[in-house]
């Protein structure tokens, strides 16, 4: 079964910093790749995903990831973190097969310090 | 908005009482799924149903079931509540029965607090 491992539970930055925030997964063959973020209190808002084609995705709110099939990663980052990224973030993943549903990491909490 | 509407968002009852948890899919979307958010066991999935069917089972217990009526929208019902449900439970909906790399759209959640 697929799974992903988001290492760490909290990543601390300063604003404007750059914000990398690591997930790998577990697949024999490539999987579709997500990041989802939860604000507090609220739902969860898919940020960016990876299906097939261009290895650099881009997503809302300055983010984007890169998958890497070598590293088997999909590494999410911004290059300058405001106050408002603060939130907890879920990297996630969808196998091929059939009967494949949607895994999520533990998650990591995203501060951003003044 | 996401389009998943869940109801209620706050809810507290007490030790071995039965909750209801309410969910509307996005309009079109005939797949809904439940997840489990707890600190300790991060988000499970519980369950899916398409179209009125049940496709898939999770990490859900006994004391749990859910059903997808002919208008689509879902309940959840949790019964012999214990503290150790105590949780937050999404909803979320994808237009088909298998969604791959297009994912799914997740409400915003019910608060169950059991006391």
């Known amino acids: 079964a697929q799974s992903v491992t988001q290492l760490g539970s909290h990543v601390s930055v300063s604003e404007g910093a750059l914000v990398l925030l690591r997930c790998n997964y577990s697949s024999s063959v490539p999987p579709y790749l997500f990041w989802y973020v939860q604000y507090p209190n609220q739902g969860l808002q898919l940020l960016l995903k990876?299906?097939?084609?261009?290895?650099l995705v881009k997503g809302i709110n300055g983010f984007e990831a890169e998958f890497k099939k070598s590293e088997t990663s999909f590494h999410l980052t911004k290059p300058s973190a405001h106050m408002s990224d603060a939130a907890e973030y879920f990297c996630a993943v969808i196998g091929t097969g059939a009967n494949s549903k949607l895994t999520f990491g533990k998650g990591i909490t995203l501060s951003v310090r003044p | 908005d996401s389009g998943v509407t869940q109801t209620p968002k706050h809810l507290i009852t007490a030790t071995g009482q039965r909750v209801t948890l309410r969910c509307s899919p996005r309009s079109g979307d005939l797949s809904v799924y439940w997840y489990q958010q707890s600190l300790d066991q991060g988000l499970q999935f519980l369950i899916q149903y398409y179209n009125g069917e049940e496709r898939a089972k999770g990490n859900i217990l006994e004391r749990f079931s859910a059903q997808q009526f002919p208008d689509l929208h879902s309940e959840l019902n949790l019964s012999s509540l214990e503290l150790g449900d105590s949780a937050l439970y999404f909803c979320a909906s994808s237009a088909r029965q298998q969604t791959g790399g297009r994912g799914y759209t997740f409400g915003s959640g019910t608060r169950l607090t059991v006391v």
């Open positions: 990876y299906t097939t084609g261009a290895t």
